[in-house]
């Protein structure tokens, strides 16, 4: 089977990563979609990669971890992307939300050119 990655680097700022045992600061450094078949949604994933910051004073379940990922299947990437994505600007201008508006629409057509007409 041949993987097909599409990676793009993910500049983030410090997100925090919370369990029932402890927290982390993280920042994202890298986000790929793995498709087995390119353009079956059945076979893809995304994965983002976080760099780990302050690992010196973790507990010892994140001691020594340097990079933490999250794998979301399309659906749960496109559904948590439009709520951050609303979220996000909902304080924004409409000057400013049109930006966005136009970032998502550049964003598409680089990489679904055939979706845009």
């Not at 760099?51 to 496109?78: F, S």
Request: net charge negative.
């Amino acid at each position: 089977m041949t993987i097909h990655p599409l990676t793009r680097n993910l500049e983030t700022d410090e997100i925090t990563v919370m369990s029932h045992v402890t927290s982390t600061t993280v920042v994202g450094n890298k986000i790929s979609k793995l498709e087995a078949e390119p353009g079956d949604a059945s076979t893809s994933n995304i994965h983002l990669n976080f760099e780990v910051r302050g690992k010196d004073d973790q507990p010892c379940v994140l001691a020594h971890a340097e990079e933490l990922g999250m794998i979301l299947n399309p659906k749960d990437a496109l559904e948590l992307g439009l709520i951050l994505v609303a979220m996000g600007i909902e304080q924004n201008t409409e000057a400013e939300v049109q930006a966005v508006q136009k970032r998502l629409a550049e964003a598409i057509a680089q990489l679904h050119p055939q979706a845009v007409k």
